[in-house]
């Protein structure tokens, strides 16, 4: 394979002939083509696939536009696929403006637009749905276009990607849009083996250069002591730039208030650092108001502010408005607000307060948002159309943002350097960090664009500058075989045909390479593991068997913990539940609230939380989380008909009553009441072996034992990695097809599969099977289990709905509540029925050696029910922690599975209807609205 320079070389030597449709399309662009986009545009019209990688803001998909012009000149169909609906919609509204209404579609799932157009720009997952139901809309296609390809490397939806691209027909062109990736001609030639001949065009430069930057306390400090952009320092390996020697001195000295060497005015408003020095007194942070504030007067507005936290983006806007900040004229708030309106007016006004409209929009007026998932989609829309256009100067957002969405700035603000991924805190890549910053800097607006890191205490300028210096991370395929999608292959090729084809993949084909780095890596791990055994050495004993205690009793002591934090908030939550109004109480937790009087029951969801009257008379809602254990009622009082509690009369004499009846019951408790949980027998006898075992070990009296305690941890946890990456060794050939045979092993234990036998050559898909074909998602099985019982099949649509729900939703913090009561009897029946089918599925899974499927989660079961029978939106989040935008897209994807469902043939006719009335339930309010279509 040549090297991409050597074909750029080719390239601009072949006739202009050969480059069929391009000076036509390059006239009609009104600017000139940078050299990788012209190398790329001249090998689609050569017939040629392409794999162009280039930063953030290159120009990317010009070539995929210079796709649909060729896919239109010639009279054939073209794809423009994207990971998100959000990219999807903002696509096909530029494609709109190009071409007009009628000659483009749109298909999201939840959403279809002219879909038999020339050009349809579509989510990826549906383009894979098409290509298994052997769509007629595939009839005509010439080019495919994936934008954002580098998501293939996303865990949850990245191997539909490479279903994509193995199945296509072999004479669509595919042109793969990709962020900069370090192994791009590793992903180009598996690329070039499955789909044929592939052109690679890596452009390393970016248009615009990037400059570094600190933040400490309101001065902007260069992060390098040279004047070099972010291309001077990557595109030169040979070159190492100096960190800035006052940076390093902060560091080293843990203070900030040495003066430093301002960042230099490079053409900004009023030149660079003088807000910085009216400061009198310096700290480590400087407050988000007075950072816009310092950005502003620097002329880096209009900036993205990274905040790896949705509550801290909306803090963020909220401590803007409280400090009186305005960045917009009255000019520009009158243009903001009339978009606002217009919005509003599209909405149901009862849903606008609990959607937070109002402090939404006052940010707005005022020149700054936030953006994240939680967020109404609309909201976001309306906030990127502002930005865009100038309006808005400032957004907070984390980083779901980085993902496609065309919103360049100046500059571009990190927070900090550490995120939390569900699980832990974890430093950003070099990846992330270049997606992230490299989106400052807009294209035919700004001469340079400018990354920003805010100095925290702990802060090392060298770190930063290793961000700074690497642009490339590599892509590494998460694809592996999944139940739809091995039934799917199963039906159109045969088992062993199916095998075949997945070891395809570029899964396969990367661990088909790695094998030498691997075991490289076990050599250098086992040279360490040597280190640390050898001074975890003990002269007392055996610490390796010590330090195995340990770890085991820590296992069983969290387990323990967990157990008796199951039954704390069981039993509070009972004690909740029971309470009758006028009863009165005493709450020992963390709201301290002391002694009070139930006003109000609410057992309309699972976490019961009723309002009370406290001693000094303020109303307050009390939930599980607010105590230590079960409430205890100490008296009982009559609670007022008609009482309110909204004048202070009234709460003052029903104060007055609790006094009283206080006064006449027995004696306060002093402090709060003992309650004890305890794990199970098993468990306590456990942990007191175990602690027996330590303690009677001879290592237990070593005066250097935690010392040896620490290098042994450092052994257990590289041991465990070891093992894994020699497991990955030593299973790495055919792993993909490997897996494809565990998938088949439990699809044969649900009879979904009939195993091959001498009659009939090969496995045969039953009914059942037919069926979960036409079901996509990562409870593909599970959901096509219980509709096989029968269980939804008498259900009403909100009943229906509801349920489904358990089946789609994924809680975004895990949840050790009791079991919740469900709406009504036949849903109680479904989801008792989902989790012991679960159970079963996830014993098979581990027999099997796979993954276990995710868990049904109740915890959107009530607020869809509620939604699917006409409650407004506070009611429907009545309880929950759930955002606005959270709910409106966990419904979508409800809609998205009752559509599958519906759409299965021979399906129950009667859950066929339930399944179509209960999207037309959902689709209402909110959820119904979308820009795109309005």
């Given at each position: ?24 399309f390059r006239a009609s662009l009104g600017f000139d083509l940078d050299p990788f986009q012209e190398e790329a545009c001249r090998a689609v019209a050569s017939g040629s696939g392409v794999l162009v990688a280039a930063p953030t803001g290159a120009g990317k998909t010009v070539v995929g536009e210079f796709a649909i012009f060729q896919a239109l000149r010639t009279g054939r169909k073209a794809f423009y696929t994207t990971p998100i609906k959000a990219l999807s919609n903002q696509k096909y509204s530029d494609l709109v403006a190009t071409y007009g209404p009628e000659r483009v579609g ?829």
């Amino acid at each position: 394979m040549s090297m991409p320079a050597e074909r750029f070389d080719a390239a601009k030597n072949q006739p202009e002939e050969s480059e069929s449709g391009l000076p036509e399309f390059r006239a009609s662009l009104g600017f000139d083509l940078d050299p990788f986009q012209e190398e790329a545009c001249r090998a689609v019209a050569s017939g040629s696939g392409v794999l162009v990688a280039a930063p953030t803001g290159a120009g990317k998909t010009v070539v995929g536009e210079f796709a649909i012009f060729q896919a239109l000149r010639t009279g054939r169909k073209a794809f423009y696929t994207t990971p998100i609906k959000a990219l999807s919609n903002q696509k096909y509204s530029d494609l709109v403006a190009t071409y007009g209404p009628e000659r483009v579609g749109l298909l999201t799932g939840d959403m279809t637009i002219n879909g038999e157009a020339e050009i349809v720009v579509m989510t990826t997952e549906v383009l894979r749905n098409m290509l298994y139901a052997d769509s007629d809309t595939l009839d005509s296609l010439g080019y495919v276009v994936m934008d954002e390809v580098h998501y293939l490397a996303d865990k949850f939806r990245g191997a539909v990607w490479e279903e994509v691209i193995i199945h296509l027909r072999e004479d669509v062109q595919v042109i793969s849009l990709s962020a900069t990736v370090s192994n791009a001609e590793e992903f180009g030639g598996w690329l070039d083996a499955v789909r044929g001949d592939t052109r690679i065009i890596v452009s390393e430069h970016r248009p615009i250069p990037l400059f570094q930057h600190v933040m400490v306390g309101g001065r902007l400090v260069d992060l390098f002591a040279e004047d070099v952009s972010f291309d001077q320092v990557a595109d030169t390996p040979e070159r190492v730039a100096e960190v800035n020697p006052e940076l390093t001195k902060m560091a080293h000295r843990g203070l900030t208030g040495s003066r430093g060497r301002v960042q230099r005015g490079r053409g900004r408003r009023g030149g660079g650092g003088t807000w910085g020095e009216k400061r009198e007194q310096m700290g480590t942070r400087v407050s988000r108001p007075d950072m816009i504030m310092a950005l502003d007067h620097a002329g880096l507005l209009p900036s993205l502010v990274f905040i790896f936290s949705r509550n801290g983006c909306d803090a963020a806007v909220a401590q803007c408005v409280r400090s009186g900040l305005a960045l917009t004229t009255i000019a520009e708030s009158t243009e903001i607000e009339q978009t606002i309106d217009i919005v509003a007016h599209k909405l149901p006004p009862d849903d606008l307060e609990v959607l937070g409209f109002w402090p939404w929009r006052e940010g707005l007026m005022r020149g700054f948002a936030a953006h994240h998932a939680g967020l109404l989609p609309i909201f976001k829309e309306v906030v990127e159309d502002l930005f865009v256009r100038g309006l808005v100067k400032a957004v907070f957002a984390t980083e779901t943002l980085a993902l496609g969405v065309n919103m360049p700035a100046r500059s571009v603000v990190m927070e900090k350097l550490e995120k939390f991924n569900g699980e832990s805190h974890v430093s950003v890549t070099a990846g992330e960090y270049t997606q992230l910053t490299g989106r400052a800097g807009r294209r035919g607006i700004d001469v340079e664009g400018h990354a920003v890191v805010l100095w925290q205490q702990d802060t090392d300028p060298a770190a930063i500058a290793g961000l700074a210096s690497k642009r490339t991370y590599p892509l590494n395929s998460s694809f592996r075989p999944t139940y739809n999608m091995s039934l799917n292959l199963t039906s159109q090729f045969g088992r062993e045909r199916a095998r075949g084809i997945l070891e395809t993949s570029f899964a396969q084909f990367q661990a088909d390479r790695s094998v030498v780095g691997m075991a490289r890596q076990v050599r250098s791990r086992e040279e360490s593991l040597a280190g640390y055994a050898k001074s975890m050495t003990c002269h007392m004993g055996d610490f390796k068997e010590y330090a195995a205690l340990r770890e085991q009793l820590s296992v069983a002591e969290k387990e323990a913990s967990k157990t008796i934090s199951r039954l704390r908030r069981s039993a509070v939550s009972e004690s909740l539940e029971s309470l009758t109004r006028g009863d009165i109480i005493e709450i020992h937790g963390a709201r301290k609230l002391g002694r009070c009087v139930v006003i109000e029951l609410d057992n309309s969801w699972h976490d019961p939380r009723p309002t009370v009257l406290t001693e000094d008379k303020h109303i307050r809602r009390v939930g599980v989380q607010d105590l230590n254990g079960p409430v205890e009622v100490i008296s009982q009082i009559r609670i007022p008909k008609g009482f309110t509690g909204r004048s202070p009369k009234e709460r003052r004499d029903l104060a007055a009553s609790l006094h009283n009846a206080l006064a006449e019951s027995r004696p306060p408790r002093r402090g709060a009441p003992e309650f004890t949980f305890s794990g199970s027998d098993e468990q306590e006898e456990l942990i007191v072996r175990l602690r027996a075992a330590l303690k009677a070990h001879p290592c237990h009296a070593c005066p250097e034992r935690e010392d040896h305690a620490r290098w042994g941890e450092r052994h257990s946890k590289l041991l465990r990695d070891t093992n894994k990456l020699r497991a990955q060794i030593s299973g790495r050939t055919n792993t993909i097809s490997k897996t494809f045979d565990r998938v088949a092993k439990v699809l044969e234990d649900f009879e979904y599969l009939v195993p091959a036998s001498d009659d009939l050559g090969q496995a045969q898909i039953t009914d059942a099977g037919q069926r979960l074909r036409r079901i996509y998602g990562e409870r593909d099985l599970l959901t096509s289990l219980v509709m096989e019982t029968g269980a939804m099949n008498e259900m009403t649509a909100e009943e229906l709905a509801g349920f489904i729900s358990a089946l789609v939703f994924q809680a975004r913090r895990e949840d050790h509540g009791p079991d919740p009561r469900m709406p009504t009897a036949k849903v109680q029946i479904a989801w008792e029925t989902s989790v012991n089918l679960w159970s079963r599925l996830s014993d098979a899974e581990a027999n099997a050696g796979l993954p276990e499927t995710v868990a049904p989660d109740s915890g959107l079961i009530w607020p869809i029910y509620k939604w699917a029978r006409g409650s407004d939106l506070r009611e429907c989040l009545r309880g929950t922690d759930l955002a606005g935008g959270d709910f409106v897209r966990w419904a979508k994807q409800v809609i998205d599975v009752l559509d599958q469902l519906a759409k299965i043939p021979d399906l129950n006719t009667g859950l066929a209807r339930s399944c179509n009335q209960a999207v037309q339930r959902i689709r209402r309010g909110v959820v119904a609205y979308s820009n795109v279509v309005d």
